[in-house]
């Protein structure tokens, strides 16, 4: 059986597809990993403009999203919004700095489930 350059390449390419897309599944890095859960409620600033961000999703995303919070230890502040969504767990992230001003919005997948 001989086999060509283009046999080759085909298979490298494949092999390169498929490494590429199972990534596309792999676990990320939490960008709250180090930080406490807040032992203070959040500044009216905070909860006002976290409520704002969830009142402009989707009306879908808005029926239940759970809500955590958090602390770094040196003043900046972050909200954690989980929502279940068709089998998939989101979560954004807003990240606040000393003044209570949003400087941050990380949103990414955390998971999947079955309904």
Not at 1 to 30: N, P, Q, Y
Not at 85 to 110: A, E, M, P
Request: glycine share 6%; aromatic share 12%.
């Amino acid at each position: 059986m001989k086999i060509t350059r283009f046999t080759i390449f085909f298979v490298l390419l494949a092999a390169s597809v498929c490494w590429t897309g199972c990534e596309m599944f792999a676990s990320h890095a939490d960008p709250l990993a180090g930080w406490l859960a807040a032992s203070k409620n959040p500044d009216k600033i905070i909860e006002k403009d976290y409520q704002d961000y969830i009142q402009k999703l989707s009306p879908e995303e808005r029926q239940s999203p759970g809500l955590d919070c958090f602390e770094d230890g040196t003043g900046e502040y972050a909200v954690r919004i989980t929502i279940g969504l068709n089998g998939t767990n989101w979560r954004h992230v807003l990240i606040y700095d000393k003044d209570d001003k949003r400087i941050k919005i990380i949103k990414y997948v955390s998971g999947y489930s079955r309904s």
